[in-house]
């Protein structure tokens, strides 16, 4: 019977699929130029940051707060 086979069937997982070298080589230097590119961003706006802070007058430290006087037992 048609029927009587009940072992599982097999789903080709498209993931499973290995990709090709030549393709894998592409991938991996898309991926390496993508994160050069976004280092180089990060440092760029890293130095902005420094020489805008260089450029700003360090703020005035604030005074020390004084505490509440003690009220004396009458």
Do not use: C, F, N, Y
């Amino acid at each position: 019977m048609a029927g009587d086979d009940r072992r599982p069937r097999v789903w080709h997982d498209v993931h499973s699929v290995q990709e090709a070298p030549r393709e894998r080589q592409k991938a991996s230097g898309r991926i390496a130029a993508e994160e050069a590119a976004a280092r180089k961003k990060i440092e760029a706006l890293r130095a902005q940051r420094l020489a805008k802070e260089a450029a700003e007058p360090p703020p005035e430290p604030k005074p020390a707060a004084r505490g509440k006087p003690k009220a004396t037992a009458p």
